[in-house]
């Protein structure tokens, strides 16, 4: 590390942070995709996201004590929209397709935020690699998703199944946009919480509207409702938050970003042993393909970071 980068190389502590951190995303989807019947995946995101943005505000007067910065209206009403964009296809996703194919599709989105920033970006261009990486994804999300839809021919069900994985394909793209206005706009350099509290708010603000106007406000209180909207609030959009931006403060964003790779194979794993879902060939070969898109992206990357750790 340079004598201006106060970070430390990550090692087995940030590492084993890491997985745990990628172990809760993953079992994000299969929280929500349980508690459906009983709680509307709409209803679950928005009222999840106002419960973490009020935690936040206070953990930043008592904890954390960061200072927020002048940002554009327009930049955050940009960044709250595309959050809330982001979990509005999740949590209609869900309803018509499987928290396994909703783990791979939505962690599509780094692809999505290279491509845009590339545009954006001189520094951040992407390389013949980086665009095989592209490709390869690409062409994995057609084998594992598109194929067998297209198989089935015209099975309702099937139609069903599509449009889901549409939608969370649609969450991937949200989700890319909104690290691209991260980077982009006045938003840029703010404090972790800040930006954290411009997203939360806005699928609070959008979100639970939604799912009131629609009809999609069901709650039952069971065990499995209460327990999983505890979970996603205090721990997924709360704790692990917290977690990320003190393991942010400690190393660097891009060696971080590496070991939670492993988020949508814990997602898939999860939603087989809890869900039941079944990976048929097709969607194995797929996965693999995107995974491999994934790392051919992140390749520069990685080798420096490989680099790093032999020194």
């Excluded at 502590?13 to 709409?42: H, N, R, Y």
């Excluded at 909703?102 to 962690?107: A, I, N």
């Excluded at 009809?215 to 990320?244: E, K, R």
Aim: proline share 5%; glycine share 8%.
């Amino acid at each position: 590390m340079s004598e201006s980068d106060p970070r430390r190389p990550a090692g087995l502590s940030a590492f084993l942070a890491c997985m745990a951190l990628s172990f809760v995303w993953g079992l994000q989807q299969v929280a929500i995709k349980a508690a459906g019947p009983d709680f509307s995946p709409l209803f679950q995101t928005g009222l999840r996201s106002g419960v973490a943005a009020a935690l936040l505000i206070i953990a930043n007067a008592f904890l954390l004590h960061e200072k927020w910065k002048q940002v554009s209206p327009k930049a955050f009403l940009a960044i709250a929209l595309s959050f809330a964009g982001e979990f509005f296809f999740v949590s209609e996703g869900l309803r018509w397709t499987t928290a396994s194919h909703m783990s791979v599709l939505l962690y599509t989105a780094p692809f999505f935020a290279a491509i845009g920033l590339s545009a954006k970006l001189p520094e951040e261009r992407l390389t013949a690699l980086q665009w095989a990486g592209l490709l390869a994804a690409f062409s994995g999300i057609a084998v594992a998703f598109l194929l067998p839809a297209l198989l089935a021919g015209d099975n309702p069900e099937s139609s069903l199944w599509l449009l889901g994985d549409a939608l969370g394909l649609m969450a991937g793209v949200s989700w890319g946009l909104t690290t691209i206005l991260l980077r982009t706009t006045s938003m840029n350099g703010a404090p972790a919480t800040q930006m954290a509290f411009a997203q939360l708010l806005g699928g609070f603000a959008v979100l639970t509207p939604a799912a009131l106007l629609t009809g999609q406000s069901h709650f039952a209180p069971t065990f499995v409702s209460c327990s999983s909207f505890l979970f996603q609030a205090l721990i997924v959009c709360f704790a692990s938050y917290l977690v990320w931006n003190r393991l942010l403060r400690i190393y660097p964003a891009s060696q971080l970003g590496i070991f939670v790779l492993a988020t949508p194979i814990f997602g898939v794993a999860l939603s087989v042993l809890l869900l039941g879902d079944s990976l048929n060939a097709l969607f194995f070969a797929g996965t693999l393909l995107v995974f491999a898109g994934l790392l051919m992206v992140q390749w520069r990357t990685i080798r420096a970071f490989l680099a790093g750790r032999r020194r």
